[in-house]
């Protein structure tokens, strides 16, 4: 079931015109002190994929992501969104264009509700982000749309708890929520499931897997029957450099990805 | 309502009621209009400190730096007294968008030191000009009139002063709880969270600091106003410091600690040598009746005694302790 499901994205995606991607990086590279943590990335994400970024601890995964969405100024290449390049852009215009990242460990306002963790993204859409005058009844206009958001992720029924109360799994659930309502067309997100249990790790796929819908994901992920499942295409990074880039069957079978993960064992593929 | 917002609310109108009542208790209005004036700063100063995590060491700037121009528009200039403080509010929001821009995009000890820095130059500048008096000070400020009304005597003095306090504490309380209050609420817990989500977050921080910076402005403004004249210690790196101390004794990031921490430090100071006559007469030391010559000592040991009982300031330790899950904002 789980498989056709994922052929169904796939020919989606791919059915609707593999034009010009999305996203795309040239000769990306960041130099940190003169190592170079990324080095001569050529990255293409096309439009409605779901794309994997893969690689053993320090390949440069999430350097990448920083360097993409301008976190951290590329030492060398060009960055392209939409064919304009946003090379020289200020992290939070890249995120207006409709590019939010998320982070590696779980990022929320802890001491803040669920339902304002999610109110702070519509106040921006909504214009109601500096009226340092209003009172704060002036947002419970947003509370409708937050909750629905919330809904989304199933969590509509802790919205006045505090973000800190959650446990782990509802924490990335939360983010989601709060991504999501920045209504991005791109989500750029950096280990969705680490540190998840096995059940949450199923909650978080097949979550990504509905707001994928009509919305194009680049994800770092290690836990390889997610990539299977989800992804359309792969891109394996080794030691700051693009190794090998396909579709999942065509990568998990290349022999130099195989002797990459070999080499670092701990790592292993978790199929 | 619940429990925590009852209590807070009577606190409220109880310190309210004693602020009306205490030039008729007993109580030198020009001491209670120093103390007013002194929370007022500290508010401000909390405002920027309690809500975005950046510790200015340059808010004496703002705050002597009105008063200076706030003296010099009503000595020099005959300007009426509500334009001058007008003025004065003026020149600190420059002086702090100055020293904003500089400094908001710096963290922790970076930021201070860039506010340090510029409220250095403020000071040497005070010193070397010609209208603030230098060593000697602005003297002879006039009080003058405030809609036909005399602001000679203390006790209307003191309730004009009330007034401005009251309302400046009223807004800052809802600077804090609005739609920007939230924003930046969001920027302290997680800056790049809030950066990805499409905030340019300097601005917001800038923002709080110019508001900071206002009220900054009208404290220093008003006090040199009720005290008729201004001196280089209002620009002296030692009123920042004594600023953070207000604060941080009386709890960072709550509405009533600034107050709070500005009575204790304010009365301490003034009544040093009655309090150490008063040990010298029950221990029989003498050693106390010198207490008055070593304030800032006292303060010392003070702010240590507070951090070492209350390391979130009185007021934040009591909302820790008895307030419920939302304590930090109370
Ligand atoms: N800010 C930094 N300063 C110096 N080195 C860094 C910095 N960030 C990452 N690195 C180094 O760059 C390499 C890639 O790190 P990272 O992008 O976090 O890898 P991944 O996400 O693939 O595990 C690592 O060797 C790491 O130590
Ligand atoms: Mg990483």
């Given amino acids: 079931m789980i498989a056709s499901q994922k052929s169904s994205h796939t020919k989606a995606s791919h059915g609707s015109g593999a034009g010009a991607p999305i996203l795309r990086a040239h000769k990306l590279g960041k130099k940190f002190s003169g190592f170079a943590a990324v080095e001569g990335v050529d990255l293409g994400v096309a439009e409605g994929s779901i794309h994997a970024l893969v690689g053993p601890n320090g390949a440069g995964k999430t350097t990448c992501f920083n360097l993409l969405s301008k976190f951290l100024e590329p030492s060398a290449g060009d960055i392209f969104f939409r064919e304009r390049n946003i090379t020289r852009m200020r992290p939070a215009d890249v995120a207006r264009l409709g590019m939010v990242r998320s982070f590696q460990i779980s990022a929320t306002f802890p001491q803040m ?123 394996v990074m080794q030691r700051g450099q693009v190794l090998a880039e396909g579709s999942y069957d065509e990568v998990s079978r290349n022999p130099e990805v195989i002797t990459a993960y070999m080499g670092d064992a701990e790592e292993g593929i978790h199929a | 309502m619940s429990w925590r917002s009852k209590a807070q609310l009577s606190t409220m109108w109880l310190i309210l009621l004693l602020a009306v009542a205490a030039p008729w208790l007993g109580m030198y209005p020009v001491l209670g209009m120093r103390i007013m004036s002194f929370a007022l700063f500290a508010c401000a100063f909390n405002l920027m400190a309690g809500y975005t995590g950046l510790i200015s060491f340059g808010h004496a700037a703002l705050f002597g730096g009105a008063g200076y121009v706030t003296g010099l528009a009503l000595t020099s200039w005959g300007w009426p007294t509500p334009a001058g403080i007008m003025f004065g509010v003026f020149v600190a929001l420059v002086i702090g968008l100055a020293m904003g821009v500089l400094a908001v995009r710096r963290y922790g000890i970076y930021f201070s030191m860039v506010t340090l820095a510029l409220a250095q130059i403020v000071y040497f500048y005070c010193l ?22 005399s602001l000679q005597s203390d006790r209307v003095m003191y309730y004009v002063m009330l007034v401005v306090f009251v309302a400046s504490w009223w807004f800052i309380r809802r600077i804090v709880r ?75 990031g709550t509405d009533l600690g600034p107050i709070l921490g500005a009575v204790i430090i304010t009365v301490l100071e003034e009544k040093m040598g009655a309090i150490g006559h008063f040990l010298e007469h029950i221990t029989g030391v003498h050693w106390f009746a010198s207490l008055n010559d070593n304030v800032s000592m006292i303060n010392g040991a003070i702010f240590v005694l507070c951090v070492l009982l209350f390391r979130r300031g009185i007021v934040g330790t009591f909302n820790a302790r008895w307030g419920g899950a939302r304590a930090a904002s109370g």
């Fill in chain 2, 128 to 149: 070397q000009a010609d209208f603030t008096g230098g060593e000697d000070g602005l003297q002879g400020i006039p009080r003058g009139t405030l809609f036909g009304l």
């Fill in chain 2, 178 to 252: 609005s739609p920007f209050g939230q924003i930046l609420q969001a920027v302290r817990e997680n800056e790049p969270r809030a950066i990805s989500l499409g905030y340019r977050v300097n601005r917001y921080k800038l923002g709080m600091f110019l508001l900071s910076a206002g009220f900054a402005g009208l404290a220093g403004a008003m006090k040199a106003v009720i005290m008729g004249f201004e001196t280089l210690t209002d620009v002296h790196w030692s009123t920042s410091g004594m600023v953070i101390l207000l604060t941080l004794v009386g709890g960072l």
């Fill in chain 1, 113 to 235: 509700t669920l339902l304002e963790n999610v109110r702070v993204v519509l106040q921006r859409a909504a214009g109601l982000a500096h009226q340092f005058w209003m009172p704060a009844r002036a947002l419970t206009r947003l509370d409708q749309e937050a909750l629905r958001f919330l809904d989304m992720v199933g969590l509509s029924g802790q919205a006045g708890q505090l973000a800190s109360s959650l446990p782990y799994g509802h924490k990335r659930a939360l983010e989601l929520a709060t991504t999501l309502a920045m209504d991005p067309q791109l989500l750029l997100l950096d280990e969705p499931t680490q540190g998840l249990g096995h059940e949450d790790v199923e909650q978080v796929t097949e979550l990504i897997r509905r707001v994928a819908q009509g919305r194009t994901v680049l994800m770092v992920e290690h836990n390889m029957s997610v990539i299977s499942k989800i992804c359309d295409r792969v891109t």
